[in-house]
């Protein structure tokens, strides 16, 4: 089923935690399915501003509606602070999108994201906001590490209360890309957040990098949403490396792709075992 991230939280709450998986190109859409479906797990296909205009806002959706046949599906517009651009991915029949204010001060930031879900929300369609900073590179695909402004607890639930909003993307120590060392996650600030926030679906950005352990973890203390982006496009690009010399123009393309492909589908059937409670 088509369903928004309000309609899945309500659904697997303490059953399991949801996997959003960044799509980087049209080829691996089928693959982030399949490993969803092989865990036999709800998926979040998300894409990032740049994605959704590679690939088209209506080849997006009509493939994730005939994908959403079989399986609990929801399509989201990661990271965006364009609200005009959120409008059309709304009008354009996705059913998740993320207003990204948190670079702005905390009062335009409430008010912005409040204008976002008040559209959103008359078209039944869920709103992710972002409070604190994460850090590293958001399109999942830049080697860096930015300081982490970690989410203050009080800002959380002010923040909620006021935007209504359905995710909430927490700054507890994780940053976007590839880490130069492991994952450092403040559990005791998890802690803090899931007792003071408890309508809303957590998400946990920059799931590269982060370990199983951290990941089940994360899921057992309530997280709800686990986005994976990176992780994807480097494995893919590693399997192409290392496939692709020896090809000769009359080499079969899908033959070419069959590895990169199968890590897909093995990344997303892994990552969303690691997150079940049950
Ligand atoms: P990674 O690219 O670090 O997995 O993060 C993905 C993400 O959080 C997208 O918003």
Redesign the pocket.
Known sequence: MYLNLNELFKKYRGKTGIGAF?LHCMEMFPYIVEGAKKSNSPLII?TSKGTAEYLGFDWIVTTAKLFAKDIDLCVHL??CKDIDFIIKAIDSGYNSVMYDGSSLDFEENIKNTKEVVEYAHKRNVSVEGEIGSIG?S?D?IEEKINSIIYTKAEDAVKFVEETEIDALAVAIGT???LYNGKAKINFELLDTLTKKLIDVGMVL?????VSDEDFHKCAEKGMMKF?????LNKNYIENILKDFPSAKPTTSLRGLLKNANESIVKIVEHRSNVIKLA
Do not use: P
């Not at 950005?205 to 990098?209: A, P, S, V």
């Not at 986005?227 to 992780?231: F, I, K, L, R, Y």
């Open positions: 960044n998300q990661d990271h590293g958001e999942g940053v976007h890309g950005h920059g799931g590269t990098g986005n994976v982006g990176t992780e």
